[in-house]
C-alpha cells in the first residue's frame, strides 16, 4: 500500500506522531509512506528560514533516542533584548535545522533535498508542498484605521493581537509543486488529509498550483480528518477568530462543505454533534481526540479506519 499524508500545523503534526510514525505502537502496516507538508507557515527569523511542519514530520518518522528540548539560544537572545514576544519559541534543534538550512539552500539545494539531508533516516519520504518561499499572512488594522499585514506564525505568537481582517498566502499563485508531490497524490492507493484549520493551515498547502486538482482525478480513496473537537496547542481564540473572519461555522459539516469536491471519506470525532453532510460523502465516526492525546488502543482504530484494513 502507498499511503501519502497531507500534514499542516498543531493538529497535524500530532496525528503524524500518534497515528502515523513507526514508533507509535500501533501494529497495522502502512507499507510505503510519503508526507507532503505546508511551508505557508515557515517564518524568517534573523535571516534563518524556520520550517515548522517540515520538522515535525521530520520528528515523527525519524526513529532517534529520547532527548530534552532546550531553547538556550531562544533564551539568551531574550537576554540579550534581540526576541520579541511575537517570535516563536526557537528551540535548539531547529535553530539548528534552520542554520543547516541556510547553509544548504546557499549551494542550491531545493527544500525538498534540505529535508532529506536533514534527516536521512526518515522512514518515511517528507516532501516540502513547494520549493518557492510563500508565507500566510494575516491583514490587521490599527487604531487609525491603517491595514497592514504579517506572517501568521507572528500573529498567532502575539498575546496583543487583534482580530484579522483577513488572510492570504503571499507568493502562492508563483509557486510550483515540489517534485513528487502530484505524483505521489495521483498514485497512492489512500491520501489523508491529517487535521488541519481550513483557515490557518490548510489554504497554503491545498492552494499550490495543482495539489487539489491532482486530489480531485486521484483515483486513491481520500480520507479527510475533521479538525473539529480534537485537541490542539494553538490559541483556541485565534483559531475561533479566523474562522470567523473567513464566514465558517466550526463543525465538520462544514469541513465537509470545504473538501467535498475531493474528498471520499470524512473522519469526524466520536462526540462530535450530528450535521448534515454531502450525499456522495461517506461520514465515519472514530475516537479521533483519544487518539491524538496518546490513547493506544483509540489510535489503532482510527488508523484501521483510515486505512481502510
Not at 72 to 81: D, I, Y
Not at 285 to 308: F, K, N, Q, S, Y
Request: proline residues 8%; glycine residues 8%; negative net charge.
Amino acid at each position: 500500500m502507498q499511503l501519502t499524508l497531507l500534514s499542516s500545523g498543531p493538529q497535524s503534526a500530532a496525528a503524524l506522531h500518534e497515528l502515523f510514525a513507526p514508533g507509535s505502537t500501533i501494529d497495522t502496516p502502512m507499507g510505503d509512506v510519503i508526507c507532503i507538508t505546508n511551508t505557508s507557515g515557515d517564518l524568517s527569523v534573523a535571516g534563518l528560514r524556520f520550517t515548522p511542519d517540515t520538522d515535525a514530520a521530520l520528528r515523527a518518522f525519524t526513529p532517534s533516542p529520547a532527548r530534552p528540548s532546550t531553547s538556550t539560544v531562544s533564551s539568551t537572545l531574550a537576554e540579550l533584548g534581540l526576541a520579541p514576544g511575537e517570535w516563536p519559541i526557537l528551540d535548539d534543534e531547529s535553530v539548528a535545522f534552520a542554520v543547516a538550512r541556510n547553509y544548504w539552500r546557499a549551494r542550491g539545494e531545493t527544500a525538498a533535498t534540505c529535508a532529506q539531508l536533514q534527516s536521512p533516516a526518515a522512514e518515511a519520504r517528507v516532501i516540502p508542498a513547494t520549493n518557492e518561499p510563500v508565507e500566510l499572512h494575516v491583514i490587521e488594522e490599527n487604531e487609525a484605521g491603517e491595514r497592514s499585514s504579517r506572517p501568521v506564525a507572528r500573529w498567532l505568537g502575539d498575546a496583543d493581537r487583534g482580530e484579522p481582517q483577513g488572510f492570504g498566502v503571499a507568493g502562492l499563485e508563483q509557486s510550483t509543486p515540489s517534485p513528487g508531490v502530484l505524483d505521489a497524490l495521483r498514485s497512492s492507493d489512500v491520501v489523508v488529509l491529517t487535521p488541519m484549520s481550513p483557515v490557518l493551515d490548510g489554504p497554503g498547502l491545498l492552494g499550490v498550483p495543482g495539489v487539489r486538482d491532482a486530489l480531485r482525478g486521484t483515483a486513491a480513496r481520500v480520507v479527510v480528518m475533521s479538525p473539529v473537537g480534537l485537541p490542539t496547542s494553538r490559541d483556541g481564540d485565534a483559531e475561533r477568530s479566523a474562522w470567523s473572519q473567513a464566514g465558517l461555522e466550526m463543525t465538520s459539516a462544514q469541513v465537509a462543505k470545504l473538501y467535498a469536491d475531493f474528498a471520499d471519506v470524512l473522519l469526524i470525532d466520536e462526540d462530535e454533534a450530528q450535521g448534515s453532510y454531502p450525499g456522495r460523502l461517506t461520514v465515519t465516526r472514530a475516537p479521533l481526540a483519544r487518539a491524538l492525546v496518546g490513547d493506544v488502543e483509540a489510535a489503532r482504530e482510527v488508523r484501521t479506519t483510515v486505512l481502510g484494513a
